[in-house]
């Protein structure tokens, strides 16, 4: 069966940068394009942008450019974000989604804390 | 970018009722290639959004077929015939049409 599984909570000093992984399982990683989705404390869903594993192409939200840089592992199933420059408005649950039927799976998020 | 405005912002139902979301698009979502890629996720508390209904009115696997969706261009509605207590959560569409994809900013199902 599909999952993505993220990787674990992050606690980062404002001014670092932070990678975050979502391993993909259970179908074929360089088919489907990989989606990133930040969701603030108590807010919606904002999309950031999206990889294609098969050949690196990638797509971004204006509003991300610069902060988010998406990248894809085909050799271990792997997509990963990294955020650079972060500030306290980044603090937020990161999640991947693959999108086939629409985003037909999604990781289990991943919350990223911006703390001095 | 295309703006999605949901509503209500907030729906309160009882078990059994029926209950309808509507999502309206700045711009049509029909795409060149035909397909409207408007969808509807489901978020319930403490877990990852999951998908209910693609490409307007397609029922994702495994979703009871209490959830339908319907509409075209600019207006869309989700419909759930006879709410459960697990349908509780928060409901946003999704258009993946136009660069950048646009959320729109959810309506919360609570029991009344």
């Known amino acids: 069966q599909v999952q993505l599984q993220q990787s674990g909570a992050e606690l980062v000093k404002p001014g670092s940068s932070v990678k975050i992984s979502c391993k993909a399982s259970g179908y074929t990683f360089t088919s489907y394009d990989m989606h990133w989705i930040k969701q603030q404390p108590g807010n919606g869903l904002e999309w950031i942008g999206w990889i294609y594993p098969g050949n690196g192409n990638t797509k971004y939200n204006q509003k991300f450019s610069g902060k988010a840089t998406l990248t894809a592992d085909k050799s271990s199933s792997t997509a990963y974000m990294q955020l650079s420059s972060l500030t306290s408005e980044d603090s937020a649950v990161y999640f991947c989604?693959?999108?086939?039927?629409?985003?037909?799976?999604w990781g289990q998020g991943v919350m990223v804390t911006v703390s001095s | 970018d295309v703006v999605l405005t949901q509503t209500p912002p907030t729906l309160s139902a009882t078990i059994g009722q029926s209950v309808s979301i509507s999502c309206r698009s700045s711009q049509s979502l029909l795409h060149s290639n035909g397909n409207t890629y408007l969808h509807w996720l489901l978020q319930r508390p403490g877990q990852s959004p999951q998908l209910l209904i693609y490409?307007?009115?397609r029922l994702e696997s495994g979703v009871p077929n209490r959830f339908s969706g319907s509409g075209s261009g600019t207006d869309f509605t989700l419909k759930i015939s006879g709410v459960e207590a697990e349908d509780l959560g928060v409901y946003y569409c999704?258009?993946?049409?136009?660069?950048?994809?646009?959320f729109g900013a959810g309506t919360k199902l609570e029991l009344k």
């Open positions: 999704v258009q993946g049409t136009h660069a950048p994809n646009t």
């Open positions: 490409l307007v009115s």
């Open positions: 989604a693959r999108v086939g039927r629409g985003f037909d799976y």
